[in-house]
């Protein structure tokens, strides 16, 4: 018996075709540019927040070891 995982794979060319035929039939024409616009923006702000909070973990890090660093008085 297969794995499940080898059941899944990416979509070849005639699926997406089908799948952006869907697309366009569910959304129609009009509807597709803000749905991609929309698409965009939360893709952009996904990555945005990623920065942020990777560049917060960094910082926190940095400090983390700048008080390691400092000899504690006695």
């Given at each position: 018996?297969?794995p499940s995982i080898f059941l899944i794979s990416m979509p070849g060319?005639?699926?997406?075709?089908?799948?952006?035929?869907?697309?366009?039939?569910?959304?129609?024409?009009?509807?597709?540019?803000?749905?991609?616009?929309?698409?965009?923006?939360?893709?952009?702000?996904?990555?945005?927040?990623?920065?942020?909070?990777?560049?917060?973990?960094?910082?926190?890090?940095?400090?983390?070891?700048?008080?390691?660093?400092?000899?504690?008085?006695?």
């Amino acid at each position: 018996m297969l794995p499940s995982i080898f059941l899944i794979s990416m979509p070849g060319g005639s699926e997406w075709l089908l799948i952006f035929l869907a697309i366009v039939l569910l959304f129609g024409g009009k509807k597709i540019p803000e749905l991609m616009r929309g698409i965009g923006k939360g893709v952009r702000e996904f990555n945005s927040a990623k920065t942020g909070l990777q560049q917060e973990l960094e910082e926190g890090m940095k400090e983390g070891e700048a008080k390691k660093e400092i000899p504690a008085k006695k």
